[in-house]
């Protein structure tokens, strides 16, 4: 019996592939390669030391789906396949909702029709929206989405709901992620944006010298120091959450919601300084206009997931950052280096 991995090429499936062989799980993976590389998976082998197949297949070409359901014994799956740059979904809401949604309904279609009814879905803390108060729990109606990323993670919880309503046979478990930072202590893989779009890697190319300063969007939030805080997640202990979250689907049927945040908030210059005493390198930056969409404070509430799922997580800030520099100092150009 495997677990089927989408989009595991990518930033968080490959940590996660890491840890869910290390907890002794079969895999298969299967990515377009988009936003990744195979790479990222030959040395996902290099760390675990054991091997497992993968495949270049969109999840949105059923045929090739249904292909490796027919050739392996594929019991559940961990979809993180999807596009998330969220600016980029406002300039291409269709490609976002194609590839996103599309592809999410292709995928349940053919697990369905293969007798597999077990998912644990990447969502995220954007669908609390900007209607609801910290910190955010499972229980709270999901707030109004900014922009058409967010919408197709609230359009899928939804649609995923919808489909354990009209058979109660599936198990689902949808993961909201607050912000993941960091990489694997081998320093072998991690994030890798051409573009970085999210604070924790537009710091690190700030400090290994690819950019010259660090635009901080906005200090006159209803903070302590008037900027934006987050719910900082290191990508292992977020790794670890989706193998309690496999355990926990299993031999279960249903759809459980879980946060998978800290339940502390840093802030964008508290992140700063947190790198840079981490690491001993200076990150210049410059205070700019607020970005729009953007709210004052995001951090969780992450009690539910110790509760049920016996999960916690563990890595602190300073942790976050050193494994962030190691990666990005090993691999300035990512994958590519
Ligand atoms: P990522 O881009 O590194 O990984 C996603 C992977 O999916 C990539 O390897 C990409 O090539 C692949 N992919 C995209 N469309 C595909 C398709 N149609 N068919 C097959 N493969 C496809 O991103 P990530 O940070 O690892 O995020 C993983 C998941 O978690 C995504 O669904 C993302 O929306 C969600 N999420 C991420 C964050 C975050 O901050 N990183 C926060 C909340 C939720
Ligand atoms: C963003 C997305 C969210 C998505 C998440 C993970 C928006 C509005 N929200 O969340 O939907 O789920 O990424 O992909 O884009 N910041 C700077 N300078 C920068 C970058 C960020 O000051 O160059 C600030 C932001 O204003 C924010 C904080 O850093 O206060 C974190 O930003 P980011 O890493 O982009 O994450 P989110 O905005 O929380």
Redesign the pocket.
């Known amino acids: 019996m495997s677990i089927l991995i989408t989009g595991g090429a990518g930033y968080i499936g490959s940590h996660t592939c890491v840890e869910l062989l290390s907890a002794g799980y079969d895999i298969v993976v299967i990515d377009n390669y988009s936003n990744s590389c195979n790479e990222s998976l030959e040395r996902v082998k290099k760390i675990s030391g054991k091997e497992f197949s993968y495949y270049e297949c969109d999840i949105r070409n059923k045929e090739g789906l249904d292909k490796i359901f027919k050739e392996h014994n594929i019991e559940a799956v961990i979809h993180f396949a999807g596009l998330?740059a969220?600016g980029e979904s406002c300039q291409k809401p269709l490609e976002y909702y194609d590839n996103n949604i599309g592809g999410t309904i292709a995928l349940v279609e053919v697990m369905r029709n293969n007798g597999c009814k077990k998912m644990v879905f990447s969502s995220?803390?954007?669908v609390y929206g900007e209607e609801n108060q910290v910190p955010f729990i499972e229980t709270m109606k999901t707030g109004t989405t900014?922009?058409p990323?967010?919408t197709t993670k609230l359009y899928i919880e939804n649609i995923l709901k919808d489909i354990y309503a009209a058979d109660n046979e599936w198990s689902i478990v949808l993961l909201r992620y607050f912000?993941p930072v960091g990489a694997h202590i081998s320093g072998l893989i991690g994030e890798a944006p051409s573009f970085p779009?999210?604070?924790?890697p537009?710091i690190s190319q700030v400090a290994v010298g690819k950019r010259e300063f660090?635009?901080?969007?906005?200090n006159n939030y209803p903070t302590p120091d008037g900027?934006?805080v987050?719910d900082y997640i290191h990508v292992v202990d977020l790794a670890l959450g989706h193998v309690k979250a496999i355990d926990f689907a299993l031999p279960r049927t249903g759809v459980e919601i879980f946060n998978l945040g800290t339940g502390n908030g840093t802030s964008?210059l508290g992140l700063v300084k947190a790198f840079e005493e981490a690491t001993g390198v200076p990150v210049p930056y410059k205070i700019v206009e607020p970005?729009a969409?953007?709210v004052a404070y995001?951090y969780a509430n992450a009690q539910k997931a110790l509760d049920i799922l016996g999960w916690k997580a563990e890595r602190d800030v300073t942790k976050m950052c050193e494994d962030t520099w190691r990666w990005q100092k090993n691999n300035p150009n990512g994958y590519n280096s």
Do not use: E, I, P
């Open positions: 998330k969220v995220s803390a954007t900014t922009n990323y967010g912000n779009n999210n604070l924790m537009y660090l635009s901080v969007f906005g900027t934006g987050r964008v970005r969409g953007d995001s």
